[in-house]
């Protein structure tokens, strides 16, 4: 459940205890974490031979239109190593004796071991600080609105027991689904046989997806972008029923397909919070061009 306060900013921060850890597919944009006092730990994303580094001014848009220029390319991310961690940890604790870490899906990311290893070794050398590291066990724009909720509560006075109770309530509420219009890679993040793959792509079948603890899932095989869109809002109409929601909008180099699907959400739901963001290219370079998801969570 989203966490909701009256209190003001100046008791707030003045109440705040635990220091915040994220790594970047958390999708933060620079100003909620500037904010939030968030330390970030950088993916490295990688074309062929060139390698980026995952910084906020990063254009993902270029990045997927380079991929989908060269299909040949080799495209993917690589999690943050243990020295990362480590220096994203200690800028952290600054101020704090105590440290949440969270992580995209440990399933999916070695950056949840690479922040358990640097989470070690600074317990190591700062015993005095309690350090914790937390799989979400999601992705991308629940990540986005998880870390929200996170934040949220350090900034009530949680100690850090009470900052992993809010995680794992907020966890319960959280879903992703997504339809995806390019299937060239779906078979590295969706757990669907290649001769399926091949005959979705002959009848130019577009597939609806559903994100559940650490794997993808194929949930509907609609024969057009537009029928898997009235999949997508069936599922959530099913989850969220009357109940007012938050909405994350994610896409691969889409964005008026998101927009659109912001208004529509805006124009069935009763919307609490909307962002549109691009796919993170840890799932963003699989998905493909013109992938649209959906993040929600019912409050």
Same mark, same amino acid.
Request: glycine letters at 4%.
């Given at each position: 459940m989203a966490l909701q306060t009256d209190a003001s900013e100046s008791m707030i921060a003045s109440a705040r205890?635990?220091?915040?850890?994220?790594?970047?597919?958390?999708?933060?944009s620079p100003e909620f974490v500037s904010i939030n006092a968030i330390a970030v730990a950088q993916m490295r994303l990688n074309i062929g031979e060139k390698e980026f580094s995952d910084s906020p001014d990063l254009d993902y848009a270029?990045?997927?239109?380079?991929?989908?220029?060269?299909?040949?390319?080799?495209a993917w991310a690589s999690a943050p190593k243990?020295?990362?961690?480590?220096?994203?940890?200690?800028?952290?604790?600054?101020? #704090?004796?105590?440290?949440?870490?969270?992580?995209?899906?440990?399933?999916?990311?070695?950056?949840?071991?690479?922040?358990?290893?640097a989470a070690q070794r600074f317990k190591t050398e700062n015993p005095s600080v309690d350090v914790r590291v937390v799989d979400s066990e999601t992705i991308s724009g629940a990540l986005k609105l998880l870390s929200m909720?996170?934040?949220?509560?350090?900034?009530?006075? #949680?100690?850090?027991?009470?900052?992993?109770?809010?995680?794992?309530?907020?966890?319960?509420?959280?879903?992703?689904?997504?339809?995806?219009d390019n299937l060239d890679r779906m078979h590295l993040i969706a757990n669907t046989p290649h001769f399926i793959i091949n005959t979705a792509r002959i009848l130019n079948i577009k597939p609806v997806v559903t994100f559940t603890t650490?794997? #993808?899932?194929?949930?509907a095989k609609p024969v057009s972008f537009g029928a898997g869109r009235r999949r997508m809002f069936q599922a959530m109409r099913s989850d969220i029923g009357e109940n007012p929601a938050r909405f994350v909008v994610l896409h691969v180099d889409a964005e008026d397909r998101?927009?659109?699907?912001?208004?529509e959400l805006r124009a069935k739901f009763e919307c609490q919070f909307m962002n549109i963001s691009d796919f993170h290219p840890f799932i963003g370079f699989y998905a493909g061009p013109g992938a649209i998801g959906i993040a929600w969570q019912k409050l």
């Open positions: 205890r635990v220091g915040i850890a994220v790594d970047s597919c958390a999708l933060l270029e990045l997927y239109r380079r991929v989908a220029s060269n299909p040949n390319n080799r243990p020295d990362q961690w480590y220096d994203t940890i200690n800028q952290a604790a600054s101020g #704090f004796d105590a440290v949440l870490c969270l992580t995209v899906a440990a399933g999916l990311s070695a950056s949840y071991d690479s922040a358990r290893v909720d996170i934040a949220r509560a350090a900034e009530l006075g #949680f100690d850090i027991d009470g900052v992993i109770s809010a995680i794992q309530e907020s966890k319960s509420t959280l879903r992703t689904i997504a339809t995806l650490d794997e #993808f899932q194929l949930v998101a927009q659109s699907a912001a208004d």
